[in-house]
């Protein structure tokens, strides 16, 4: 094959703009990863290890993906003809054609044997036999061939440019290349192409990268020249067989963990490549935990869990020791208070006067710290809206890949409003824009909630403002108080949880509201703020308020960037249970997790039920059990006694002491084996049970509890805790 290649031979002039189109592509890596790099800022150190690691191994990725960037070309450059030949045009693209919808009908027809699959399911499968169908209508070397190359070039480049610009608006948004966040983006692009289209000058961009495109291929024009002495398409075969060849060795050989070997995650981040970690983080959606992480045997695993699920108020119903089920009994009668949950969206704890912040941003939360049961060492559980949520009504740790939200068979979990509604309470789920979005309306419609959107305000109602997320925060909460209404209209008990949206860039508002500005996110931390604020005062005026707790916490932190793969300082977020008539103020700094949040207001509520949340009831739970777990899509966090631990694919592992202030980690050593068991026994039980089907709702599950005899009603003292102006460390009681 050698011979075939020599400096005049048909092969090497046809295959020219392969050389072409590689340059161009690691140029413009080479210059995305420079401005991401300045992007870094003090992040990054520029130290001569540093600068060789992120460009010396990102070359190594650039050169991988240049692989598969290249394939539209290489299978350009193969099948269309070198001459027309004896036969004419029109019956050798029919042959052609025909030719490649057997073959297409034979893939499909593998597919649907080997998996089950259908055709709703493979149709990607037919966009490179659609690519392909025109490609024998025309001759390489004809003026014709010559100026569709071109153009099939130039939108290549155009495509290549259009990446590294998302790229950079990604990296400024959430410091990291495209990972499993860009590949929900991409199902959802009614709402991300809105988002684009309101936060940026898009038009002007595209315009731009149009004029830069131009410009590159002007400068290569010449490279690209059809040249072809007379290829036969068995020759060419041979170098799509070669490219095929290396494809497989590099997808073998090659994974997107093999970059995180630095010590400062930003690094690492600048040495993978965007295009190869959007396919990487496509992979890894369903990570099936026993077959990617480390696993302890399934018995030992239950074990642990069911020695560490245990409290004071809580008994395990069955011997069965896979089975997680407690009853949860409190003293004395359940209060059959109105609930109220509000999940705000990117509400960082570091936006709050009360944890430092200067800016002044949000005063009515932090007046409310002082009026509310407020818990200052809070841990969200992830860095998505669907992991609040899932956490909010679940009460289980993140599984790996996608959140429950998003899996299949995710109806009729065992779930918060499950809870509520067996005690005769109505439970909806309350969003400001379309709840398709992130299957939120699937998910919490089939599992005890009533779904309510944007499409149930009515027509006739005031839209103060809005954006492609939904409508402002205080026309959600104008459809919230409708239903709180209506509800209690009826005579039943309320459980409501609000998602909000307007601290989502775009970050509109309506005007007037702050002095901040539009469209900032100090402007939107502002409204969100004046809007909660603005919610109490309107629900003060009804008559059930005094009866009403509201929850107010965040779903996950504005940024995830850090320099360690899970930097902690990027999950701390804010909790308030504020009833003023029932909880008395007082600040809780024990270590906290997202889970718990649910059993905790379901102990200030009294509730004796059955129960397999993986959340404590903080104020049942002995000092030194608290736990949380901080984790992304693929690498799972276990925060205790300072230390976190974090399970990661290729059953590797982690495991370091924390700065709660930097989100820095110093790594452990020797490593706690003791913490390691515990981390991998919760997620991996977590993952096996929804596997199972074992996290589904059960009729027994509304089997009635009896409460404790009012005399055992004496729980532990929440340890750590400030009181304002309750006495410290007491355990704040409902009122009668």
Excluded at 116 to 141: G, I
Excluded at 654 to 667: L, N, R
Aim: aromatic content about 12%.
């Amino acid at each position: 094959m050698s011979s075939a290649f020599t400096p005049t031979s048909p092969l090497r002039q046809r295959f020219r703009p392969l050389w072409w189109l590689a340059i161009t592509y690691l140029a413009i890596s080479f210059a995305t990863r420079v401005v991401l790099l300045v992007m870094s800022g003090s992040e990054v150190p520029h130290t001569p290890l540093n600068l060789l690691y992120a460009f010396g191994v990102g070359l190594g990725y650039d050169l991988v993906t240049c692989i598969y960037v290249a394939w539209p070309l290489v299978l350009f450059l193969w099948f269309v003809p070198t001459r027309s030949g004896r036969m004419p045009g029109l019956w050798r693209w029919l042959l052609s054609a025909a030719a490649l919808v057997l073959t297409c009908a034979i893939c499909l027809g593998v597919l649907h044997l080997m998996y089950h699959a259908t055709l709703k399911t493979t149709w990607p499968a037919l966009l490179p036999f659609l690519f392909v169908l025109p490609l024998t209508a025309f001759t390489y070397t004809s003026r014709a061939g010559q100026w569709v190359l071109y153009g099939f070039a130039l939108l290549l480049l155009y495509g290549l440019l259009f990446v590294a610009a998302s790229e950079l608006v990604f990296w400024n948004e959430f410091g990291v290349r495209f990972n499993f966040i860009a590949v929900d983006y991409l199902v959802y692009t009614t709402e991300v192409i809105g988002n684009i289209r309101e936060s940026y000058p898009i038009g002007r961009w595209l315009a731009l990268l149009a004029v830069v495109a131009l410009v590159l291929f002007a400068l290569g024009r010449r490279t690209l020249r059809a040249r072809d002495d007379g290829s036969r398409f068995w020759q060419r075969g041979k170098v799509a067989l070669l490219w095929l060849v290396l494809t497989v060795i590099s997808v073998a050989a090659v994974n997107g963990g093999m970059k995180d070997r630095s010590g400062n995650n930003y690094v690492n981040e600048l040495a993978g490549n965007g295009i190869y970690q959007f396919f990487n983080a496509f992979r890894s959606s369903h990570l099936d935990y026993a077959k990617f992480y480390r696993t302890l045997p399934d018995d030992e695993a239950f074990r642990r869990v069911r020695e560490m699920l245990k409290t004071p108020e809580a008994t395990y119903v069955s011997d069965d020791p896979r089975d997680l089920t407690r009853a949860i009994r409190h003293a004395g009668p359940e209060k059959r208070l109105n609930v109220v949950l509000i999940s705000v969206e990117s509400l960082s704890g570091d936006y709050l006067g009360t944890f430092g912040n200067q800016d002044h941003i949000t005063p009515y939360l932090d007046a409310l710290v002082g009026q509310s049961l407020f818990f200052d060492n809070l841990y969200a559980n992830g860095t998505r809206t669907v992991r609040g949520l899932e956490a909010l009504s679940l009460s289980v740790p993140p599984t790996p890949g996608d959140s429950l939200l998003k899996e299949h068979h995710n109806e009729n979990l065992f779930s918060l409003a499950s809870v509520f509604n067996d005690r005769g309470y109505q439970s909806d789920f309350v969003y400001g824009g379309y709840g398709e979005f992130d299957n939120m309306n699937y998910f919490f419609s089939h599992n005890g909630y009533r779904a309510v959107d944007r499409r149930d305000i009515p027509k006739t109602a005031t839209i103060h403002s809005e954006n492609v997320w939904g409508v402002a925060d205080e026309d959600l909460y104008t459809l919230a108080l409708a239903q709180m209404d209506q509800i209690h209209g009826e005579g039943k008990p309320f459980f409501l949880h609000i998602m909000t949206t307007s601290n989502h860039r775009p970050f509109t508002f309506p005007e007037s509201r702050v002095k901040q500005a539009n469209g900032t996110r100090q402007g939107a931390v502002a409204y969100t703020d004046w809007s909660i604020g603005d919610f109490i005062k309107r629900a003060r005026e009804k008559s059930y308020f005094d009866d009403t707790v509201f929850v107010i916490t965040a779903d996950h932190c504005a940024s995830s960037a850090g320099k360690t793969s899970v930097p902690v300082n990027r999950y701390h977020i804010p909790l308030w249970i504020y009833a003023p008539k029932h909880i008395p103020p007082q600040r809780v700094d024990r270590l906290m997790g997202q889970v718990d949040i649910v059993p905790t207001l379901l102990g200030l509520l009294n509730f004796s039920y059955r129960s397999r949340f993986f959340g404590y009831d903080l104020f049942q739970l002995e000092p030194g059990r608290e736990r949380a777990f901080p984790a992304t899509y693929e690498k799972l966090g276990y925060l205790h006694d300072d230390v976190l631990t974090v399970l990661e694919p290729g059953r590797k592992l982690e495991q370091m002491k924390p700065d709660y202030a930097t989100g820095d980690a110093v790594p452990l050593v020797p490593q706690n084996e003791e913490q390691i068991a515990q981390t991998i026994a919760y997620y991996q039980v977590a993952s096996e049970l929804f596997k199972r089907g074992q996290l589904l709702r059960r009729p027994t599950d509304a089997t009635p509890v009896e409460p404790l005899p009012a005399a055992a009603g004496s729980v532990p003292a929440p340890t750590g805790s400030t009181a304002a102006p309750a006495t410290a460390g007491s355990v704040p009681a409902l009122a009668h």
